[in-house]
């Protein structure tokens, strides 16, 4: 993973969490500053935010990743084992430049356990659930509380994937709205055909830079 300092003075820790001040670079910067010097930009100025992608097996968490990341799809089934990290940097329509960590996290059904080490420092998150099978909307019901145990409040959406399956969906449109009624934000996307795809991305990272750090309506 990348670790290049985001911000001038800024440390990025390894797990991508938020940046903390690094006392010895702004020492370096103070005597600079003094003299009316001009700080030299560095090569990689961007903010990252560290965002994780949750739900059960085979929802799709790794192809809309990689639908996001470099605009492709397989029909290949390849497990994740562990994590996968990705980065791209986006442009925020009238907002900063961002770089998104995305932690690809292998998927898990209700018997197991989350594995929170994944979590740390996560900045917000997407749940994914598959259309064609309703069971794993229990299981993002389930992984949302946990979540919320371990990290406490953070920007989240859910994304129900394979809507290009649409005709043979389980999960129905009342499933969704009750869903909404409690103030989720969900999303139907096909990362094989893209619908839905970048749209979720981008907002949430819209919510995770939120100028006051709190998400609007709908996204805890
Ligand atoms: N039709 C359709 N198939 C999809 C879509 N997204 C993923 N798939 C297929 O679903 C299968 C599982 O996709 P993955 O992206 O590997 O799923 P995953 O959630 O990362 O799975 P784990 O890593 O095991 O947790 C693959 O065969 C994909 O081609 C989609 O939007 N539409
Ligand atoms: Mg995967």
Not at 30 to 44: H, Q
Not at 49 to 59: D, N, P, R, T, Y
Not at 195 to 200: L, N, P, S
Request: hydrophobic share 40%.
């Amino acid at each position: 993973m990348d670790q290049a300092a985001g911000q001038v003075g800024e440390f990025i820790p390894e797990d991508g969490g938020r940046p903390f001040f690094h006392r010895r670079a702004a020492a370096l910067l103070i005597p600079l500053r003094g003299r009316g010097t001009r700080v030299p930009a560095m090569a990689d100025e961007t903010v990252k935010h560290k965002i994780c992608l949750l739900g059960s097996f085979a929802v799709g968490k790794t192809s809309l990743v990689s639908r996001f990341v470099s605009s492709l799809f397989s029909e290949a089934y390849l497990t994740t084992v562990g994590v996968k990290v990705d980065k791209k940097v986006i442009d925020l329509s009238g907002g900063p430049r961002v770089t998104l960590l995305i932690w690809d996290v292998h998927g898990e059904d209700l018997v197991q356990t989350l594995q929170t080490a994944y979590l740390r420092g996560a900045a917000g998150y997407l749940l994914v659930a598959d259309g064609t099978r309703a069971t794993t909307l229990a299981v993002v019901r389930d992984i949302q509380r946990r979540v919320n145990a371990a990290l406490g409040p953070r920007p989240f959406q859910l994304l129900v994937n394979k809507a290009d399956l649409r005709d043979a969906w389980e999960v129905t449109e009342a499933d969704l709205q009750s869903l909404r009624d409690e103030g989720w934000t969900v999303t139907e996307t096909s990362a094989r055909d893209g619908t839905g795809v970048d749209e979720a991305f981008y907002e949430l990272a819209a919510r995770v830079v939120a100028p006051d750090g709190i998400p609007p309506a709908g996204g805890r």
